[in-house]
């Protein structure tokens, strides 16, 4: 599956923003989702991950109740809208896509190219 990632840019602290990831192929919904973020000078992390049927979302704790995970299945997409963003929040933002339901970069086989948000103080 091939990914591309749109929907990155500038908001001020306390805004919102939408990325959203497109899928090519036949096999989406056969896939766990997941975003990841990596901000200057720190390593790749988890931020949210959706099952296959997106029927179950899991966040970690720096997001958990800022930004919202969802997938479209029959358009082969997958969203993370983020409210309330902090400057903390900058980074660019990975879509991933795995047959595996995991939290680590390694458990994923396909990335998206990345979108940069920005987050004003």
């Known amino acids: 599956v091939q990914l591309q990632a749109s929907g990155g840019g500038l908001v001020q602290a306390g805004g919102s923003l939408r990325v959203s990831c497109a899928a090519s192929?036949?096999?989406?919904?056969?896939?766990?989702l997941a975003w990841f973020r990596q901000a200057p000078g720190k390593e790749r992390e988890f931020i949210a991950r959706?099952?296959?049927?997106?029927?179950?979302?899991y966040y970690s704790e720096d997001v958990k109740g800022r930004f919202t995970i969802s997938r479209d299945n029959a358009k082969n997409t997958v969203t993370l809208q983020m409210n309330n963003l902090k400057p903390e929040d900058t980074a660019v933002y990975y879509c991933?896509?795995?047959?595996?339901?995991?939290?680590?970069?390694?458990?994923?086989?396909?990335w998206g190219q990345g979108t940069l948000v920005t987050v004003s103080s």
């Open positions: 991933a896509a795995s047959t595996y339901s995991g939290y680590y970069d390694y458990h994923y086989d396909y």
């Open positions: 192929g036949r096999t989406f919904s056969s896939y766990n």
């Open positions: 959706i099952s296959r049927s997106g029927g179950s979302t």
